[in-house]
């Protein structure tokens, strides 16, 4: 069959979409982990590559509109594939709106939250509709040179719409507030008075200092329990708080470091994994280089540090994100290997408290 210079075989477009939607989910989820500077480069691809997919659901949609358009050629399957356009549409648009100044919030939740829901909802709703459709790309479908020039266009035009938004951005003074990661400011140096997140159902009640006490152990030549008269803020640094849902704020922390805590027990020389938990399950781990540099946090510009945000321990890890600064710690475990179960934790913790009257 001959094709047209703008017809692309069906399926070079479909398993290309399959690719770009990994892709951006990939990269997607990439963001969630990445805080240094140095990770600019991810935020950046997850933007190209959603916005190649744009042009590539362009060539699908034109194809397959008279399937949706005739009410007759309609199956089962047809809820699914409008299902399925509509998730990645609205996850492209909440994307581009988001990252062009668009701050608007959705019930308790902002833009970027709402754009991350929907990429990770399009998962499920991909595979539903990929059962019993896929089919394996002929050498055919890729060969020659019409593969390699549309592949091309396609990461050329996400490049290049990626680069025209930034400078639009730029020209019309656009989403001047956000970081590389996306985030916009809020509550800089204003002490605790910046917004207090839990993950998913950490709410604890204030913890009374007199009952709390910090235990340091695992893979340690001696163990050591403190109490709040053992905390000695020593030392201090200037941090920015990055949430994944979408803002930043930068203070002045002050507290112990991690490191100087840790010599004090004096971790097994084939120590690796420092893990940071909190009353309600919640936890962290960081590599045990990493984690000396981190700071045990009690005091924020100048301010005690709230029950909201974490007292009377809360850590302060530069350039993780936010899931990972964990409050109200309690405990301290030193461990050759990493804590795997902390991706479980993190979304489980606090839920047994309510199911136990707790609050
Ligand atoms: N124990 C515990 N620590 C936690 C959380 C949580 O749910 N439980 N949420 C994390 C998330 S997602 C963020 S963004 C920060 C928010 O800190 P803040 O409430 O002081 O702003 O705390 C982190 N530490
Ligand atoms: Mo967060």
Known sequence: MAHSRLELPPRLVDWSILITVGFAVATGMLTLVSGQPGDAVVFVLHGMGGLALVVLLFWKLRRVRPRVTNRA?????????????????????????????????????????????????????????????VRLPTTNDFAGRRTALSSLAVVGFGALVWRFQREANRVFGLASDQRFTGSTEEGTDAGNAFPVTSWVADDPDPIDPDDWQLRVGGAVERERTLSTEDLDPDSEGRTTLDCTSGWYSTHDWRGLRVGDLLDTVEPAPDAQWVSFRSVTGYRWSLPIEEARDALLATRIDGERLSHGHGFPLRLVAPGRRGFQWVKWIDKIEVSRQRDTSEWLAIFVSGFDETSTGGQ
């Open 73 to 133: 050629a309609w199956n089962r399957g047809t809820l699914v594939s409008i299902l399925l356009t509509t998730l990645a549409l609205a996850a492209l648009a909440t994307g581009l709106v988001w990252t062009s100044g668009g701050t608007f919030v959705v019930g308790p939740w902002l833009l970027l939250f709402v754009h991350m829901a929907l990429g990770v909802l399009v998962i499920p709703v991909l595979v539903v509709h990929l059962r019993g459709r």
